[in-house]
């Protein structure tokens, strides 16, 4: 379901303000301490974020597909890590439960996930099954009227935060030796369930991952996503095929503003008596950059408008998240170029987002997982036709 286009358009100019007004000056300093601000989050809430993706009759704004790509577009202008704070709920941590959650798992925690007073994560990633997601070892034995989870899972963004887990794990199956992946529902409190220490990164200062251990971590059988055991595998491919989607769409708005950033320096900063924005070699990285971020544009929002007719978009998405996920790494790597040394140092940012967007090429799939997932798809559609 769609907003009215001019509610909708509303929404856009707000959220725009919000990131020009509060998030690009907050910046530097949620950075260096590498926390979002209480007074961020709360206006987060306040300003409906947190539910972006959730039907309206469980509190959310319920927005189209190609809606929610217009607002990461924006969320994209800053730091990754704002986008992060909300990223969970809107995406890989709720969706399974929109998509596949019985009607009273819907009831119990959407309203609560699309106000932003519970963080929901998704637990799929474990210490020896990062890209072979179908090889995950946490185990979840039936005992009596629940189920005994045991595992690690890792890297799990927000998990510091959460309130609920959609945690992935293996149930015994009669057709399948190895046991069949099952998607639960876990709340952090749960006996049984700790967390590791936050981990260390790269960039994206700000948004937080840890490790999240179960051990005898008694669930009860409600707690199984969809109350259907062996369906968490393809929950988890759904949820991550819209997931590519909207981190395709953030990835573009980050190189908006990094081409934006860098248009305005070449514009200002003089060498050899004139801006080098006049230098043909400044303008060549600045036009590759604009083409290829509108081109990732463009495969955005004709994908998000193929989901929303309801279409298959597994190979698009994962064309949209392999293309613009190493766009944007090739336009932070110019932005860095056009800045010159001021691109090497702290206090211009542009560093920082060089680093941050290095993650997009990784999670929810890395490049070479989205190009093994395009490629098959083309070999099985094309035996198909035959
Ligand atoms: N939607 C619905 N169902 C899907 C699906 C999708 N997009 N993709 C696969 N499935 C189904 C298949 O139809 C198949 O069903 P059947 O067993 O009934 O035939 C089942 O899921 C298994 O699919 P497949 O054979 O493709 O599984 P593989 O183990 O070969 O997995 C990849 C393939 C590599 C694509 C998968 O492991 C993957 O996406 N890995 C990356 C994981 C990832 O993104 N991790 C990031 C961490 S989360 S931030």
Do not use: W
């Amino acid at each position: 379901m769609a907003l009215e286009p001019d509610v909708f358009e509303q929404l856009l100019h707000t959220v725009r303000r919000f990131v020009h007004e509060r998030l690009m000056p907050a910046e530097a300093d949620t950075a260096r301490q590498d926390r979002v601000a209480d007074d961020i989050k709360q206006e987060m809430r306040e300003l409906g974020l947190f539910g972006l993706s959730i039907p309206e009759e469980f509190g959310g704004l319920g927005l189209s597909m190609e809606e929610e790509a217009r607002l990461a577009f924006e969320l994209g202008r800053t730091s990754p890590a704002f986008r992060s704070v909300l990223g969970t709920n809107n995406g890989i941590g709720s969706q399974g439960l929109v998509m596949d959650g019985t009607a009273q798992q819907k009831a119990n925690y959407l309203p609560r996930l699309a106000t932003g007073e519970i963080i929901a994560s998704f637990a799929l990633t474990e210490p020896e099954a990062g890209s072979d997601a179908g090889s995950i070892r946490t185990s979840a034995r039936r005992d009596g009227d629940g189920y005994i989870l045991n595992g690690t899972k890792r890297f799990i963004t927000n998990a510091p935060y959460a309130g609920l887990f959609t945690v992935f794990a293996r149930t015994e199956s009669a057709d399948k030796p190895g046991g069949a992946i099952t998607a639960f529902l876990v709340e952090a409190d749960t006996p049984g369930l700790s967390l590791g220490k936050v981990d260390k990164k790269m960039g994206q200062s700000g948004s937080h991952t840890c490790d999240v251990i179960f051990e005898d971590c008694r669930v009860p059988a409600s707690a199984v996503l969809g109350s259907k055991e062996g369906q968490g595998f393809k929950t988890a491919m759904k949820v991550l095929d819209r997931g590519r989607l909207h981190i395709s769409a953030v990835c573009v708005g980050v190189a908006d503003r990094l081409i934006a950033d860098s248009l305005a320096y070449a514009m200002q900063r003089r060498q050899f008596r004139q801006p080098i924005a006049e230098f043909q070699l400044i303008q060549a990285m600045l036009a590759d950059s604009r083409a290829e971020a509108y081109a990732a544009k463009c495969m955005v929002l004709e994908t998000s408008r193929a989901k929303d007719r309801s279409e298959n978009v597994a190979t698009d998405a994962a064309c949209c998240k392999m293309f613009a996920s190493e766009m944007v790494g090739r336009v932070a790597d110019r932005a860095v170029q056009i800045h010159g040394g001021a691109g090497y140092m702290e206090e211009y940012g542009i560093e920082r987002f060089y680093r941050d967007v290095r993650l997009f090429r990784i999670y929810e799939g890395t490049t070479q997982i989205q190009q093994i997932l395009i490629a098959r798809n083309m070999i099985k559609d094309a035996a198909a036709a035959v």
